[in-house]
């Protein structure tokens, strides 16, 4: 501390005047102690021990007396070198603190005040030995802490932070509460400090202050930092009724701060709960607890707080909610039959004091009141305990947050699993005023509505997914009913996955065996966030499989045929969307189809999008994913976006839908097994990326692109023409093309996930749920959206100008797929024309950064006809002006504008006799008198309709240009796609740089639907994720394999010692071919093969309690899966099969097994074992 500073009682001139300034706003008769000395030491062993070293002297410390910060400290004496007294507990010994003491808050007696201030160790000097204290007034001090009386202080956990609602400052904004007057007028239990209804909006603003203030006042006395919070707030609330005009906050929302143990005052839970002990939080801590865990000693106090403040409430007035009386709306008892746990039986009495909304069905309910979003009854427990809100002031339990932090907080509680209805204002104040005025009506508070339920599965908002480039499916599941005779027959299922974030529906139905195996690859595959299934619908082993290959999805249970409709409903339903859609855009020429735009038009009802109707056509083939699909609406339409999903949805087919032959599906097929022993996406360890195969070949600078390589890893191809044609791209961006391919990478690397935000744009000209023109929102939403609407224009045009220049590489490429990826009007849209009307509509730059589209003449029809408007009657004002120059004699005569009266004729004093009669005199001035003529006011009254049909047009010009973008929305994703396609094939080209050792385009052999025996060979095999620098134990060995083919058997059998390599070769193998049917390059010297139509894996010692099964019976299911589905041309990885039993027993089914691949399927595979007998 500074010398001057020290011989001024430790305060500048500056922080005393402070102190005089926060003294204003103090109450009259301060509770602060007077400076006095401290009381005589008591001879008895102390609780406390102030220091966190060895055991002090067992006599006790005076009652520490905390003088405000607002106080002076008075300058402590220097020390004097002599006689020491007795240590005491507040007295210096001689003990050597160091680090970690750091952070630990303490008090520091300073003898000249006679009194003790609180602070925090914020470093130490080693060189010194001395710690720089913060006091909680913000004044610093270096201190031998040895030298020095302290105590040190814990943390107290019943303190808890205000919840700053403002910017910077941290001021509170001010927003009234409406209560709704529900709960009150049934239990006439109205709180003292309960919210003021909306109608009292923007009146008696200063009151509201005064009494804010006083209030404040005495909750911060024992607050730290009490005056600079109060002086924070007293501006906040200052600066609001200045600048708002009014919108006001009742008292509720003052966060309730926690009595500190010395206070003397007393919380009014306290008061109201009698029966309960008070909870006490200590405020000194003894040296063994300092470093205890603090973290769940608040999570304690929290509830304890919890259950003083609302135990006895809850308990009267929510009675009901108890798990020993709880029943749903059918009155029926958890652990009856057809307990709907969704519901909750009301009581007549208390249902009538609720509003529509909140008897709505919903786990989590929140309401817009202003510019806060609040939480009440229980909700607000989950706000406190999972935003870490802090309660408002009253006795019902309520938090909230400020609308700026609604995202954030939103996608915090829906991927916590929260189902999360957001209930927003859609009236001001002043329309409430009109509409009583007009109607007569009595209501007190403005309207709202349900705009939106987000969940884990409905996260639509860029800023919530902005971390995460993967898809969040939320996936309905539907199984054809199986009869208890023959549990083994075929099992029917018709899936339908939505990711709502892009608007991309996957549909399919397919057949699949007893063990689900088809079920779970698409599982493994999709990892959905939530499921939705039939109640009681599906069978015991579908619900084990989803079980097993999910990570813990939302599941969401809906009644069938009334809620998961059957096909004939969900048909009903679509056409009757897709009819109100097209009759919206029978003015326009919007394409409501599929991304190909391919339409299958119906007799009966309008259109459907061609795969939908291909599964109409289908009948009994298609009926499960008609109705999976009505499952998946009818949840949406509960979250307000079905219709804004089928508007824009890009269906695609699962491949091994029923009406399909599975024959000739494109892809290889990857179980679930395969997935997840071969580590495709998520690795065994964390299950996170890292060490995955998508890891390794992961270049993609596109969230898109990244999601599109998933696509394709899961989904490798079977046909070899294919395969050679994504080579031969792959390969004609190395070389030459390759610095192209990198300037292309580079400038995709500025892009947003144009995927998401072009469905963003798609859903915003909807104008329904949260984007509707009657939700009232506080932040500038218009001006958000305008800047999505230029970044996906500017994303666009990127995307444009890239494909263009990437094209030159074309004059020395045969590939086929980049001549039609990159040849305009193919692959590569024809969308520069388009582009150019909005570059000519209005200036990009101009319009992002003021928040407003000027458009250009000629964009806007009706704004055009609204500014000539203006213009005319402008022009006419001006030769009214002329004239009455002309008339008067006098050229000087001119129009002036005063207040709000504009276009007043300014006359000179002399002229005044000249004035006509009908000259209405407004105004005058020295020398001066002003007049409105009856044209002058005609001309006002026309000009006033025309601005504001002109401000009416202005404000439309955003949703018709969205709505003319919307028109080619095809177009735009097409390009999107393309750019996707064309960032993978890059990332494939330059994954083989990051591989060890040599590379090579792998050859692949005959065609998959050929007679000729299958073959794989390898030399010089490298392992395509695992590098010798990874393993720190030596270089890795690359083998040489070759397996069927001329001269080699089919199968190949390894042995050897533990940890020798065999479950490394399989690996690697099965890597390898994947990458090669991929169409990337594969690290060795040469790979050859036939192209594989299916991957089996045994692997691994592992069971599935959950799901019933033992090690031994996981692995025999497995085992029974490749015996009954493997073909020719399939490849079998078992590793050390039988192991799960006795070794006699595990021999023979080793043996068996392999006999029946080797002779009877003869396919290609690999089989580790340590059954020598085998070899």
Same mark, same amino acid.
């Given at each position: 501390?500074?010398?001057?500073?020290?011989?001024?009682?430790?305060?500048?001139?500056?922080?005393?005047?402070?102190?005089?300034?926060?003294?204003?706003?103090?109450?009259?008769?301060?509770?602060?102690?007077?400076?006095?000395?401290?009381?005589?030491?008591?001879?008895?062993?102390?609780?406390?021990?102030?220091?966190?070293?060895?055991?002090?002297?067992? %006599?006790?410390?005076?009652?520490?007396?905390?003088?405000?910060?607002?106080?002076?400290?008075?300058?402590?004496?220097?020390?004097?070198?002599?006689?020491?007294?007795?240590?005491?507990?507040?007295?210096?010994?001689?003990?050597?603190?160091?680090?970690?003491?750091?952070?630990?808050?303490?008090?520091?007696?300073?003898?000249?005040?006679?009194?003790?201030?609180?602070?925090?160790?914020?470093?130490?000097?080693?060189?010194?030995?001395?710690?720089?204290?913060?006091?909680?007034?913000?004044?610093?001090?270096?201190?031998?802490?040895?030298?020095?009386?302290?105590?040190?202080?814990?943390?107290?956990?019943?303190?808890?932070?205000?919840?700053?609602?403002?910017?910077?400052?941290?001021?509170?904004?001010?927003?009234?509460?409406?209560?709704?007057?529900?709960?009150?007028?049934?239990? #006439?239990?109205?709180?003292?400090?309960?919210?003021? %209804?909306?109608?009292?909006?923007?009146?008696?603003?200063?009151?509201?202050?005064?009494?804010?203030?006083?209030?404040?006042?005495?909750?911060?006395?024992?607050?730290?930092?009490?005056?600079?919070?109060?002086?924070?707030?007293?501006?906040?609330?200052?600066?609001?009724?200045?600048?708002?005009?009014?919108?006001?906050?009742?008292?509720?929302?003052?966060?309730?701060?926690?009595?500190?143990?010395?206070?003397?005052?007393?919380?009014?839970?306290?008061?109201?709960?009698?029966?309960?002990?008070?909870?006490?939080?200590?405020?000194?801590?003894?040296?063994?607890?300092?470093?205890?865990?603090?973290? %769940?000693?608040?999570?304690?106090?929290?509830?304890?707080?919890?259950?003083?403040?609302?135990?006895?409430?809850?308990?009267?007035?929510?009675?009901?909610?108890?798990?020993?009386?709880?029943?749903?709306?059918?009155?029926?008892?958890?652990?009856?039959?057809?307990?709907?746990?969704?519901?909750?039986?009301?009581?007549?009495?208390?249902?009538?004091?609720?509003?529509?909304?909140?008897?709505?069905?919903?786990?989590?309910?929140?309401?817009?009141?202003?510019?806060?979003?609040?939480?009440?009854?229980?909700?607000?427990?989950?706000?406190?305990?999972?935003?870490?809100?802090?309660?408002?002031? /009253?006795?019902?339990?309520?938090?909230?947050?400020?609308?700026?932090?609604?995202?954030?907080?939103?996608?915090?509680?829906?991927?916590?699993?929260?189902?999360?209805?957001?209930?927003?204002?859609?009236?001001?104040?002043?329309?409430?005023?009109?509409?009583?005025?007009?109607?007569?009506?009595?209501?007190?508070?403005?309207?709202?509505?349900?705009?939106?339920?987000?969940?884990?599965?409905?996260?639509?908002?860029?800023?919530?997914?902005?971390?995460?480039?993967?898809?969040?499916?939320?996936?309905?599941?539907?199984?054809?009913?199986?009869?208890?005779?023959?549990?083994?027959?075929?099992?029917?299922?018709?899936?339908?996955?939505?990711?709502?974030?892009?608007?991309?529906?996957?549909?399919?139905?397919?057949?699949?065996?007893?063990?689900?195996?088809?079920?779970?690859?698409?599982?493994?595959?999709?990892?959905?966030?939530?499921?939705?299934?039939?109640? #009681?619908?599906?069978?015991?082993?579908?619900?084990?499989?989803?079980?097993?290959?999910?990570?813990?999805?939302?599941?969401?249970?809906?009644?069938?045929?009334?809620?998961?409709?059957?096909?004939?409903?969900?048909?009903?339903?679509?056409?009757?969307?897709?009819?109100?859609?097209?009759?919206?855009?029978?003015?326009?020429?919007?394409?409501?189809?599929?991304?190909?735009?391919?339409?299958?038009?119906?007799?009966?009802?309008?259109?459907?999008?061609?795969?939908?109707?291909?599964?109409?056509?289908?009948?009994?083939?298609?009926?499960?994913?008609?109705?999976? *699909? /009505?499952?998946?609406?009818?949840?949406?339409?509960?979250?307000?976006?079905?219709?804004?999903?089928?508007?824009?949805?890009?269906?695609? *087919?699962?491949?091994?839908?029923?009406?399909?032959?599975?024959?000739?599906?494109?892809?290889?097929?990857?179980?679930?097994?395969?997935?997840?022993?071969?580590?495709?996406?998520?690795?065994?360890?964390?299950?996170?990326?890292?060490?995955?195969?998508?890891?390794?070949?992961?270049?993609?600078?596109?969230?898109?692109?990244?999601?599109? *390589?998933?696509?394709?890893?899961?989904?490798?191809?079977?046909?070899?023409?294919?395969?050679?044609?994504?080579?031969?791209?792959?390969?004609?961006?190395?070389?030459?093309?390759?610095?192209?391919?990198?300037?292309?990478?580079?400038?995709?690397?500025?892009?947003?996930?144009?995927?998401?935000?072009?469905?963003?744009?798609?859903?915003?000209?909807?104008?329904?749920?949260?984007?509707?023109?009657?939700?009232?929102?506080?932040?500038?939403?218009?001006?958000?959206?305008?800047?999505?609407?230029?970044?996906?224009?500017?994303?666009?045009?990127?995307?444009?100008?890239?494909?263009?220049?990437?094209?030159?590489?074309?004059?020395?490429?045969?590939?086929?797929? *980049?001549?039609?990826?990159?040849?305009?009007?193919?692959?590569?849209?024809?969308? #520069?024309?388009?582009?150019?009307?909005?570059?000519?509509?209005?200036?990009?730059?101009?319009?992002?950064?003021?928040?407003?589209?000027?458009?250009?003449?000629?964009?806007?029809?009706?704004?055009?006809?609204?500014?000539?408007?203006?213009?005319?009657?402008?022009?006419?004002?001006?030769?009214?002006?002329?004239?009455?120059?002309?008339?008067?004699?006098?050229?000087?005569?001119?129009?002036?504008?005063?207040?709000?009266?504009?276009?007043?004729?300014?006359?000179?004093?002399?002229?005044?006799?000249?004035?006509?009669?009908?000259?209405?005199?407004?105004?005058?001035?020295?020398?001066?008198?002003?007049?409105?003529?009856?044209?002058?006011?005609?001309?006002?009254?026309?000009?006033?309709?025309?601005?504001?049909?002109?401000?009416?047009?202005?404000?439309?010009?955003?949703?018709?240009?969205?709505?003319?973008?919307?028109?080619?929305?095809?177009?735009?994703?097409?390009?999107?796609?393309?750019?996707?396609?064309?960032?993978?094939?890059?990332?494939?080209?330059?994954?083989?740089?990051?591989?060890?050792?040599?590379?090579?385009?792998?050859?692949?052999?005959?065609?998959?639907?050929?007679?000729?025996?299958?073959?794989?060979?390898?030399?010089?095999?490298?392992?395509?994720?695992?590098?010798?620098?990874?393993?720190?134990?030596?270089?890795?060995?690359?083998?040489?394999?070759?397996?069927?083919?001329?001269?080699?058997?089919?199968?190949?059998?390894?042995?050897?010692?533990?940890?020798?390599?065999?479950?490394?070769?399989?690996?690697?193998?099965?890597?390898?071919?994947?990458?090669?049917?991929?169409?990337?390059?594969?690290?060795?010297?040469?790979?050859?093969?036939?192209?594989?139509?299916?991957?089996?894996?045994?692997?691994?010692?592992?069971?599935?309690?959950?799901?019933?099964?033992?090690?031994?019976?996981?692995?025999?299911?497995?085992?029974?899966?490749?015996?009954?589905?493997?073909?020719?041309?399939?490849?079998?990885?078992?590793?050390?099969?039988?192991?799960?039993?006795?070794?006699?027993?595990?021999?023979?089914?080793?043996?068996?097994?392999?006999?029946?691949?080797?002779?009877?399927?003869?396919?290609?595979?690999?089989?580790?074992?340590?059954?020598?007998?085998?070899?």
């Amino acid at each position: 501390m500074a010398p001057s500073r020290r011989q001024s009682n430790g305060r500048s001139p500056l922080v005393n005047q402070q102190s005089q300034i926060t003294s204003f706003f103090s109450k009259k008769n301060s509770s602060s102690p007077s400076p006095s000395p401290p009381p005589p030491l008591a001879k008895h062993t102390s609780k406390l021990n102030p220091i966190p070293g060895p055991k002090p002297n067992p %006599s006790r410390s005076p009652i520490p007396t905390t003088p405000s910060p607002g106080e002076p400290k008075l300058k402590k004496p220097l020390l004097v070198i002599g006689q020491s007294p007795a240590p005491t507990p507040s007295s210096p010994l001689n003990i050597t603190f160091g680090d970690e003491v750091v952070d630990k808050r303490l008090r520091v007696y300073w003898p000249l005040d006679k009194a003790w201030y609180e602070g925090v160790v914020k470093s130490f000097d080693k060189v010194s030995g001395k710690h720089l204290i913060q006091y909680d007034d913000s004044e610093e001090e270096e201190l031998d802490l040895g030298k020095e009386k302290i105590e040190w202080v814990e943390e107290t956990t019943g303190r808890f932070k205000r919840l700053r609602r403002g910017g910077s400052l941290g001021f509170k904004k001010v927003v009234i509460d409406d209560e709704d007057d529900d709960v009150a007028d049934s239990a #006439n239990e109205k709180s003292d400090d309960d919210d003021s %209804s909306d109608e009292d909006w923007g009146k008696n603003a200063e009151k509201e202050v005064s009494e804010d203030a006083d209030e404040e006042d005495m909750d911060l006395e024992d607050e730290k930092e009490e005056e600079e919070e109060l002086e924070e707030e007293e501006v906040g609330m200052k600066i609001s009724k200045r600048k708002g005009g009014g919108k006001t906050e009742s008292k509720k929302r003052k966060a309730n701060g926690v009595a500190k143990p010395e206070s003397g005052k007393k919380s009014k839970t306290s008061a109201n709960v009698s029966t309960k002990e008070e909870f006490k939080v200590p405020s000194v801590e003894p040296v063994k607890k300092i470093e205890t865990d603090k973290a %769940s000693t608040a999570d304690k106090a929290l509830v304890v707080d919890e259950l003083e403040r609302f135990g006895k409430r809850e308990a009267e007035k929510l009675h009901f909610l108890g798990l020993e009386v709880r029943r749903d709306a059918n009155r029926k008892r958890p652990g009856d039959a057809n307990y709907n746990p969704k519901t909750l039986y009301l009581p007549p009495g208390f249902l009538k004091s609720l509003s529509g909304c909140q008897s709505f069905d919903i786990s989590l309910l929140l309401k817009q009141m202003g510019k806060f979003y609040e939480l009440f009854e229980m909700d607000a427990h989950i706000g406190a305990k999972e935003l870490n809100l802090q309660y408002m002031k /009253g006795e019902q339990p309520h938090c909230g947050f400020p609308e700026k932090n609604f995202s954030m907080n939103v996608e915090k509680l829906a991927r916590k699993g929260y189902r999360v209805l957001v209930v927003e204002q859609t009236e001001t104040p002043e329309q409430l005023e009109l509409r009583r005025k007009e109607k007569g009506a009595k209501d007190k508070v403005v309207k709202r509505e349900i705009c939106a339920v987000v969940t884990r599965g409905t996260l639509t908002d860029g800023e919530m997914l902005s971390s995460n480039p993967d898809p969040s499916y939320l996936m309905a599941v539907t199984e054809s009913c199986q009869s208890s005779t023959n549990p083994n027959e075929k099992r029917v299922f018709g899936m339908c996955a939505v990711d709502v974030a892009t608007s991309r529906i996957i549909i399919g139905q397919f057949e699949d065996d007893s063990e689900c195996s088809a079920l779970c690859c698409l599982l493994a595959e999709l990892r959905p966030v939530e499921i939705i299934k039939p109640t #009681n619908l599906l069978s015991l082993e579908t619900e084990r499989a989803m079980l097993r290959h999910t990570r813990t999805p939302l599941v969401n249970e809906l009644v069938p045929t009334a809620e998961f409709w059957d096909a004939d409903k969900t048909v009903h339903e679509v056409k009757t969307i897709y009819k109100c859609i097209n009759d919206q855009s029978a003015a326009g020429s919007v394409d409501v189809g599929t991304g190909a735009a391919n339409t299958y038009e119906d007799d009966e009802l309008g259109f459907l999008p061609a795969i939908l109707s291909s599964l109409l056509r289908a009948g009994v083939n298609g009926s499960l994913a008609l109705s999976a *699909l /009505g499952g998946t609406l009818y949840y949406l339409k509960q979250a307000f976006l079905d219709v804004t999903l089928l508007r824009f949805a890009k269906f695609e *087919l699962l491949p091994s839908s029923g009406f399909s032959s599975i024959a000739q599906t494109p892809y290889m097929l990857l179980d679930a097994a395969a997935l997840e022993n071969l580590e495709i996406f998520e690795n065994s360890g964390n299950g996170d990326s890292s060490g995955t195969l998508y890891a390794q070949v992961n270049h993609c600078v596109t969230a898109f692109g990244k999601r599109l *390589l998933r696509t394709w890893l899961a989904r490798p191809l079977y046909h070899t023409d294919l395969i050679k044609e994504r080579q031969d791209a792959v390969a004609g961006l190395k070389g030459e093309s390759l610095s192209y391919a990198l300037e292309f990478r580079k400038a995709l690397s500025r892009l947003p996930d144009m995927e998401r935000l072009l469905a963003r744009i798609f859903a915003s000209s909807e104008a329904n749920g949260r984007n509707a023109h009657t939700v009232v929102l506080y932040e500038d939403a218009a001006k958000k959206q305008l800047q999505q609407f230029i970044s996906a224009l500017r994303g666009c045009e990127l995307m444009v100008q890239a494909c263009s220049s990437l094209s030159v590489i074309l004059k020395n490429v045969e590939s086929t797929q *980049l001549h039609h990826l990159l040849t305009t009007g193919k692959g590569l849209p024809n969308i #520069n024309s388009i582009l150019k009307h909005f570059k000519d509509a209005f200036d990009w730059v101009d319009a992002n950064n003021s928040g407003r589209i000027i458009p250009h003449k000629g964009v806007d029809l009706e704004y055009d006809s609204a500014c000539g408007r203006v213009k005319e009657i402008e022009s006419s004002l001006t030769k009214h002006l002329k004239e009455q120059q002309k008339l008067l004699g006098d050229s000087s005569i001119t129009y002036v504008t005063i207040g709000k009266d504009s276009y007043l004729l300014e006359v000179p004093e002399s002229l005044r006799g000249s004035v006509p009669r009908d000259y209405e005199l407004c105004s005058s001035k020295k020398g001066f008198f002003r007049y409105w003529t009856p044209s002058i006011k005609k001309f006002l009254g026309e000009l006033s309709l025309a601005e504001s049909e002109k401000e009416t047009a202005f404000k439309n010009i955003l949703l018709r240009l969205i709505g003319r973008f919307c028109e080619d929305h095809n177009k735009w994703r097409q390009l999107v796609s393309t750019t996707a396609e064309l960032d993978v094939l890059i990332s494939l080209a330059i994954a083989s740089d990051f591989y060890e050792g040599p590379t090579c385009r792998p050859c692949v052999l005959g065609s998959s639907c050929s007679n000729e025996v299958p073959c794989f060979s390898a030399k010089g095999l490298g392992h395509p994720i695992l590098r010798s620098d990874s393993l720190g134990k030596g270089a890795f060995v690359p083998n040489d394999i070759s397996i069927a083919g001329s001269g080699h058997a089919s199968f190949i059998l390894l042995t050897g010692p533990n940890m020798g390599g065999k479950s490394t070769l399989l690996r690697q193998v099965c890597l390898a071919v994947i990458l090669a049917q991929v169409g990337a390059d594969v690290p060795a010297e040469q790979f050859e093969l036939s192209p594989v139509d299916r991957i089996f894996v045994r692997m691994g010692s592992k069971d599935h309690i959950m799901a019933g099964q033992s090690t031994f019976l996981t692995e025999l299911s497995e085992t029974a899966l490749m015996l009954s589905s493997a073909t020719q041309h399939s490849l079998v990885a078992l590793d050390e099969l039988g192991r799960g039993t006795s070794t006699s027993d595990g021999q023979a089914i080793a043996e068996s097994v392999l006999e029946h691949f080797v002779h009877k399927v003869q396919c290609r595979g690999m089989f580790s074992t340590h059954y020598h007998r085998l070899a």
